[in-house]
C-alpha cells in the first residue's frame, strides 16, 4: 500500500492488525464483540522531536515494525478505504521482534 501521508513531529501512522474473526471453537464474531486492535505495522514515521537546541531526536521505530500499542491510543482516520492510526512515538509500548 502506497501511503502519502507524512506525520509531523514524533507521530507515526500505523495499520492495526485485526484479530482473527473465528474463535478457536468455530464461534464467529460479530464487528461490535471484536476488541480493539493493539498490534500494528508503521507505515510513516515523523521526524521526530526536537531538543531544547532545536536538533531532531531520532525515531526508536522504523517503517515496517511491527509494534504493540496503548488500546485507545491515537487518532483513527481512513484512507483509501484502510482503517489507520496516526499515534505519538510515546503512545507506543513495544516493538515486536521475530526470532
Known amino acids: 500500500m502506497s501511503i502519502n501521508l507524512k506525520?509531523?513531529?514524533?507521530?507515526?501512522?500505523?495499520?492495526?492488525?485485526e484479530q482473527e474473526e473465528v474463535t478457536a471453537g468455530g464461534i464467529v464474531l460479530p464487528e461490535t464483540a471484536?476488541?480493539?486492535?493493539?498490534?500494528?505495522?508503521?507505515?510513516s514515521v515523523g521526524p521526530?522531536?526536537?531538543?531544547?537546541?532545536?536538533?531532531?531526536i531520532p525515531m526508536d521505530v522504523k517503517?515496517?515494525?511491527?509494534?504493540?500499542f496503548a488500546k485507545y491510543a491515537g487518532t483513527e482516520i481512513k484512507v483509501e478505504g484502510k482503517k489507520l492510526l496516526i499515534l505519538r512515538e510515546s503512545d507506543?509500548?513495544?516493538i515486536v521482534e521475530t526470532k
Open 7 to 17: 506525520p509531523l513531529g514524533s507521530r507515526v501512522v500505523v495499520e492495526p492488525i
Open 48 to 56: 521526530g522531536d526536537r531538543d531544547e537546541d532545536g536538533k531532531r
Open 92 to 94: 507506543l509500548l513495544a
Open 63 to 68: 517503517e515496517g515494525d511491527t509494534v504493540l
Open 34 to 43: 471484536k476488541e480493539k486492535p493493539q498490534k500494528g505495522v508503521i507505515l
